[in-house]
């Protein structure tokens, strides 16, 4: 009984100077990434059986992949009175213009060194003749 007490006050102790200051808040980076997909820059990819877009970026160095946090937003009406943020991943319902079919679209993205990927997949791997992703906006907000 005294070894798990003695441990449960050492734990105590750990976290007490392991935090920020007393009267200093913790200091942490912000930033926010806002960028643009336009629909020539989609490319079909196998591997995914979707469509992606890469948006390269220094700000996602080894050190933020490794320690910081980071969501994602895909961004509607962009420079509007009526833009809002909808977080990745996101299923979007969609209704085909020729044939009138109903098909899901599933909007993703991966964090890599140096690089965010969005990832753009339809249900059933359903793709129209000449069909791309329209051009999307996206949100990232990264915490390290």
Request: contains cysteine.
């Amino acid at each position: 009984m005294k070894k798990y007490l003695f441990i449960s006050l050492l734990a105590l102790v750990a976290m007490v100077f392991a935090g920020c200051e007393k009267n200093e808040p913790c200091k942490f980076n912000k930033v926010n990434i806002d960028f643009k997909v336009p629909q020539d820059v989609w490319t079909y990819n196998p591997d995914y059986g979707g469509y992606s877009a890469v948006y390269e970026t220094k700000i996602l160095s080894g050190n933020v992949y490794d320690y910081g946090t980071w969501t994602m937003s895909h961004e509607y009406n962009p420079a509007t009175n009526d833009a809002f943020l909808v977080q990745l991943p996101e299923i979007v319902y969609l209704q085909d213009e020729g044939s009138k079919a109903y098909y899901s679209q599933r909007i993703d993205y991966e964090v890599h060194v140096g690089y965010v990927r969005v990832v753009v997949t339809n249900s059933d791997y359903t793709y129209y003749d000449n069909w791309k992703p329209d051009e999307m906006y996206f949100h990232m907000q990264i915490v390290y």
